[in-house]
């Protein structure tokens, strides 16, 4: 698909589907491939979008640091290059920090809003997590490995590596097997998860919103569903049992089963 010029950069961008757009907003360290088990699925009654922010995938990498509300400012500037005047929007981990952002500036531009595994503001927890991953980047020297050896355990749980070490290795595969990021934007994106506090935008946000959470997650813990439910009016909360940071590989079925059903609900 064709890159689109976006602010300052050009911004590459996958589309598969029809029916009401669908913007998918992938996780730090991870291109538009990230949601695969769920386009499948979701492009049968949506048309999904998925991109590669900045500092990403084939998307231009300027020098950072970068910010949740400038990854924000971003998908709004997209929607409109691609003529689009509100979209459902999905993201994960970083990519709900940039949704909730996405939201509350841009509030006529979402007609629904999934945020998995998020946090309003980085604690002192989620500081610790990243000085260790930005340290292994570094001493690796690779992005990719640091995020299966780095990453992955907090995204999956020691069940999952000890019942399915088969999987473990294909999605390592198909870490290895994607455009590796820099060093250099992976520590501008990172950035943006260190500085991210969407805590007092909550409030402006109007669209339906779905909050999901690995009920094993460690990173974004269920620590954070309190003050999002509050801050947001009428956010639905879902817990996936026995997941941890990544239900969308760890319960891909369930979670795609009810993410879908949550989307169908607010579209027509």
Known sequence: MPDVRVNDIAMHYEQEGSGEPLLLIPYLAADNACYAFQVAEYAKHFTCISVDPRGTGESDKPAGPYSTEQYADDMAGLLNALGIERAHVMGLSLGAAIGMWLAAKY???VKSLSLHSAWPKTDQFLRAILAGWRTMAKALDSVPEMVIQGIFPWCFTPELYAARPEYIEALSAFVRGRPAQPLEAFMSESDAVLAHDAQGQLGAITAPTLITFGQRDQVTSTRFAKPLQQG?????????????HAPIYEAVDEFNAKTLAFLQRYAG
């Not at 947001?232 to 941890?244: D, N, P, Q, R």
């Open 107 to 109: 509030p006529t531009q």
């Open 232 to 244: 947001i009016a009428g956010a639905e909360l879902l817990v996936f049992e026995g997941c941890a």
